[in-house]
């Protein structure tokens, strides 16, 4: 595969994000209204997606391109601690229902990402999450696997190739960023 290939697959999913607008401009409202009424929003997937979800709550923590206040964001991929003893004591596929159980309230934002939209630990968390009075949001590859029927909304990234499907997903998550230092500076 040539570096000229990998880009033109890039640049079609690219493309593709633009009809992703109002769906993101909507997550953008919905992300700015929690965070005004003192709620957070948590994320968490597996792998390159866990990375993803250290990335973004860092962004809004401790800032994107404004110097402004702290946004109320938490990776649940962070501790091994917890997800290595809630492996071995109770499931791999149940790793973040406890931190959910633990740290969400009514009113909070969860979004998971999983690109095939079927990862069983992401789609435990999404239900657990809107068992909590979370409002859910799933960044995914194109289909949505499971996870579209499942979360309040899903941002399917418009591949099925996982590495295009992660940089989609840091393309929505940075300008998701940069939407809520303007509206939250």
């Known amino acids: 595969m040539s570096f000229k290939s990998t880009l033109i697959r890039h640049q079609s999913m690219v493309e593709g994000l633009f009809e992703l607008e109002p769906q993101i401009i909507n997550l953008v409202a919905k992300i700015s209204q929690c965070i ?3 709620n957070k ?3 968490f997937g597996n792998g390159g997606s866990a990375s993803d979800a250290q990335h973004l709550a860092a962004e809004f923590v401790v800032r994107y391109y404004k110097q402004r206040a702290p946004l109320a964001a938490i990776a649940l991929t962070t501790d091994t601690s917890i997800i290595t ?3 071995n ?3 791999f596929d149940t790793i973040f229902d406890r931190q959910i159980q633990a740290l969400a309230k009514q009113g909070d934002i969860a979004i998971g990402l999983s690109t095939s939209g079927n990862s069983a630990n992401v789609i ?3 239900t657990t999450a809107q068992q909590s009075g979370c409002w859910t949001c799933a960044f995914t590859g194109e289909t949505g696997g499971q996870l579209v029927e499942l979360a309040d909304d899903c ?3 418009p591949s099925d190739e996982t590495a295009r499907v992660q940089e989609g997903h840091i393309i ?3 300008w998701l960023c940069e939407a809520l230092d303007e ?3």
């Open 89 to 91: 004591d109770y499931s």
């Open 183 to 185: 509206q939250l500076s």
């Open 155 to 157: 941002i399917r990234i």
């Open 124 to 126: 435990n968390g999404i």
């Open 36 to 38: 005004e009424s003192g």
């Open 172 to 174: 929505v998550g940075h």
């Open 85 to 87: 003893a809630h492996g």
């Open 41 to 43: 929003v948590l994320f």
